[in-house]
Structures are given as structure tokens and as C-alpha cells.
């Protein structure tokens, strides 16, 4: 290795070669980059080495499919007419990434610049790692910084790059590695700096229906230009990127471009401007349009609102008036139900065989004390057969100071009970329930035969010692 470089450093009479790496000299691990030694024609031998390992091979071409960590490292080539040698070219890195995670790649100044502004390009990552490299596409330069650790706990280095020209336009990244080392990190998403001024013109932005709108409409910007262009971009401001982008098909020139928004929401409202451009430069952009701001406004949303409150309220008053249907129904149906049940149901103490017995009923009006409370019965004996044995006195289980007796009237008419022999208070009430028991009232069916009927007056007194019933309130009916 000493003897090939003492002999490259005697015989200097050739101009030096230039090595290149294609795609890049930053590769991502496993895939393939090919290594391209250019030096004057009629070499007699191209010589590519690997200043790492030392290892070197007699072609100006290295090819290596896949990549690995070991293919890393600095690399250079030089060539040999006759036998001399021409000097070395200068090194190239070649650099493997995706070893660790990605660092992030950041300009404050935003992605669009006016020649003459100052550049810098700040490169951080939360991993310690002791350098970072930034790399522009299609550029095979590979600058590297020290970082230094700010108090936010981010590792990160600042590329100053200078005033901006129409060269620096173009698409970054960075990457992240750590001391003596030709590993470095993934890299960092693109960042894309982009040079206004070129080609020379102001393009006009306007919108339709208008810069004022309300949530839900559609809304259109077209970007003219006065020459024809065949690239149109639209920026908002504050984005890091362009909001939308479009690129003629075949590069076919036009003059304008529409960008549409549909369904038009309040964060989509800002200032907008346009730029134009040619697909042969992407990365160099006309003047800016003059900015258009959009508004947004809600206001088509509260409009609606009293019509929506006014349906809701319909529906729900709907509902309620459902609600209650359905009660009344189902109470109905269960008031029916009761009173099949009732007119169904036999009395607690059922009365002789063949006799209808109406319940007792007491009289309305208030009486004193001392007097009797009298209680009606009506009595009704189908067969001659039938005998009723009335008690003389009974006491009331409810009140033991009271007796209840009864006054017997025989009647022979075979029709129907006359209304005019019960008392008013029988006739006034029906089907009322009375405190000595509940029975049917019924009247005798015509068609059946005529039979005697008998009423009986149920008197209640107050007990006064030991009462006797006369003679002629003591009656077995036959």
C-alpha cells in the first residue's frame, strides 16, 4: 500500500481522475450502487480501492448489488498510461445508512426563498449521536458537523448555507453516526428548497365564487400565468410544503391551473398565493402571485340550526304522544278485563238455591243515634217448595252494639218486581257493595213461572239490653 502510493506521488504528469457514485454515495442498506472511475481516453488500466480495507481492483468500475455495512468507507481511483501513474482522485465516501433511526431535518425560514436570503438547515435527533451529515440529492458531497446536545434534550448541528442563489434550489437530507464511523443513520424525510424568481414572471390567483364562504360550499382557485408553463403550485402560508401541486401531462404548456376544495371547512381557510414553473427546474419558481386570503364562515350552519331544533322537537313530541297512547290502550284494555272479571264473579256467601238476593243497602241520609238504621233485602223464592227461615235478631259483627232484624212482606205477583214497591234507596243504588256481605241482584226472568215473592226490611237498632221481637216479626216464609 506505501509502495502504491510513493509511486502515485512520484509520477504526476497525468491530470487527476474523478470518481463518482451512482445513484448516490449514500445507500441504504441492501440495495445496489455502482462505483465509476472518469479519467482521459487511452488508459491502459483504471486502479479502484477501498482506503479501509486496503483491498483494490484493475477496473474503473466497482459494482456492489447489495450493500452492507462493510462496503462502507472512503474510496478513491487513479489510472496508468505506459507506466506511469496519474494521481489519485479525490475521496469519496460511501456511506450505508438505515443502521438506526432517522434524525429530522428542519429550515425555519420556510421552503420557499428569494435569492439573496441566508440559508441554514438545522439537522436534530433525540439519539446521541456524535455528527450529522447533510446531503443533497444528486450531489455526491457528503458535509459533516459536530453537534451539541441544546437543553431541550436534542442532539443536533446547523448547516449554514449562505446566501441563497439559484443553485442551492433543490431536495436535502440529513443523517445522524457516531465517532469514527462510515454507518450512519436512515435518513431524514426530503426537504425540498425551492428558489423563486426564475422563470420571470407573476402569475394572478383569484377564487370563485369568492374569498367569503360558508362551511359545506365548494371553492375553486385558478392560477393564470402570461406565459405558458407546464408546472402550477399552490402554497398556504405557514405550510412546509406546497398545500397542492399540479404538472401538465407530456409536459404539454398551458396557461392556467384550477385547484378545487370541496366541502370547504373552517381550517381550510388562510392565505393562499400560486407559482408556476417548468418540470425541467422543479425546484426553481416564478415570482409569487399576489396572496389571497379565504374566509371561512360557520354562519350556514347556525342558519340551519332553528330547523333542525324545529324537527327534533316534532319528533319528539311524536314520540311522547305515542307514549301516551299506548298507556291508554293498554289501561283500557286492563279497566275491561277488571269488569268481565266482576260481572263474572259469584258472591263471597251465595245465596239459597234458585233465590236472588239484591246486597243490603244502607240509607243515605244521616239518622240520630237512638234510632234504628233500617236495611233493605229483597228476596225472590222460584220454587213454592223453598222455605226461608229469616233470623229473629242477629248482632252485627262489625258493631256489637248494634241488632239486626228483619220485617217480612209477602207479595203473590208473578211479574216482574214492581219498582214501586223497593224503597228509593234500593233504586238509587246498583250494584253497590254493603258491609254484611255482597250478593246479585237480578230480576225474575218472564218466561220462567210465576212464583210468590216475598221482600223482607232489614231494621238495625242500637242493642238496649235484651230485646225481644214481636210475634209478628218472627215468620218462617213458605
Known amino acids: 500500500m506505501e509502495d502504491v502510493e510513493t509511486e502515485l506521488s512520484i509520477f504526476d504528469p497525468f491530470p487527476k481522475p474523478s470518481l463518482r457514485a451512482q445513484p448516490s454515495s449514500l445507500v441504504p442498506l441492501g440495495q445496489s450502487v455502482t462505483l465509476r472511475c472518469h479519467g482521459p481516453p487511452n ?128 431536495r436535502y437530507r440529513c443523517y445522524g453516526a457516531h465517532n469514527f464511523s462510515s454507518e450512519w443513520s436512515a435518513p431524514s424525510d426530503p426537504l425540498d428548497i425551492l428558489i423563486t424568481g426564475h422563470p420571470s414572471v407573476t402569475p394572478i390567483l383569484s377564487v370563485h365564487p369568492g374569498t367569503n364562504v360558508s362551511s359545506g360550499e365548494n371553492v375553486t382557485l385558478l392560477c393564470q400565468s402570461s406565459i405558458q408553463v407546464d408546472t402550477f403550485f399552490l402554497f398556504k402560508e405557514g405550510a412546509a410544503h406546497p398545500y397542492m401541486h399540479q404538472r401538465s401531462e407530456f409536459q404539454d404548456p398551458q396557461r392556467e391551473a384550477e385547484f378545487s376544495m370541496s366541502v370547504v371547512t373552517p381550517a381550510l381557510g388562510g392565505t393562499y398565493m400560486c407559482f408556476v414553473s417548468q418540470s425541467s427546474s422543479p425546484y426553481l419558481l416564478s415570482h409569487p402571485s399576489v396572496p389571497v386570503e379565504i374566509k371561512v364562515s360557520e354562519l350556514e350552519r347556525y342558519q340551519n340550526l332553528p330547523v333542525w331544533i324545529s324537527i327534533t322537537f316534532i319528533i319528539l313530541l311524536f314520540l311522547i304522544l305515542l307514549f301516551l297512547l299506548l298507556i291508554f290502550k293498554h289501561q283500557n284494555k286492563h279497566k275491561r278485563r277488571v269488569q268481565q272479571k266482576t260481572d263474572l264473579q259469584h258472591p263471597e256467601e251465595a245465596a239459597e238455591p234458585g233465590s236472588m238476593v239484591r246486597p243490603l243497602q244502607k240509607r243515605s241520609s244521616p239518622v240520630p243515634a237512638n234510632q234504628e238504621e233500617i236495611l233493605y233485602a229483597t228476596v225472590m223464592i222460584r220454587k213454592p217448595t223453598d222455605s226461608l227461615e229469616l233470623d229473629t235478631l242477629s ?47 237480578k230480576q225474575a226472568n218472564p218466561s220462567e213461572d210465576p212464583h210468590v215473592v216475598t221482600y223482607a226490611q232489614l231494621c238495625m237498632a242500637p242493642k238496649r239490653g235484651q230485646v225481644k221481637l214481636p210475634l209478628s216479626k218472627q215468620r218462617i216464609l213458605t
Not at 108 to 127: K, R, W
Not at 413 to 431: F, G, M, V
Request: net charge negative.
Open 43 to 170: 488508459v491502459d488500466l483504471y486502479r479502484l480501492e477501498n482506503l479501509e480495507s486496503g483491498n483494490y481492483k484493475d477496473e474503473n468500475i466497482l459494482s456492489i448489488p447489495t450493500m452492507k455495512a462493510d462496503n462502507a468507507g472512503r474510496y478513491r481511483c487513479s489510472y496508468q498510461n505506459g507506466s506511469l501513474w496519474s494521481p489519485p482522485s479525490d475521496q469519496l465516501e460511501l456511506v450505508a445508512t438505515g443502521l438506526s433511526r432517522k434524525p429530522s431535518l428542519l429550515n425555519q425560514q420556510g421552503p420557499v426563498l428569494a435569492p439573496g436570503e441566508n440559508l441554514a438547515l438545522h439537522c436534530y435527533s433525540e439519539i446521541s449521536y456524535d455528527k450529522f451529515a447533510l446531503s443533497k440529492e444528486g450531489g455526491s458531497d457528503l458535509p459533516q458537523l459536530s453537534v451539541h446536545q441544546p437543553q431541550t434534550g436534542h442532539f443536533q448541528a446547523s448547516f449554514t448555507l449562505g446566501s441563497v442563489n439559484f443553485s442551492i434550489g433543490g
Open 395 to 441: 248482632q252485627r259483627e262489625d258493631d256489637p252494639s248494634m241488632h239486626l232484624y228483619a220485617q217480612v212482606k209477602r207479595s203473590r205477583r208473578a211479574e216482574t218486581t214492581s219498582p214501586s214497591l223497593l224503597p228509593k234507596e234500593l233504586l238509587d243504588s246498583n250494584y253497590r257493595q254493603a258491609n254484611g256481605g255482597q250478593v246479585i241482584d
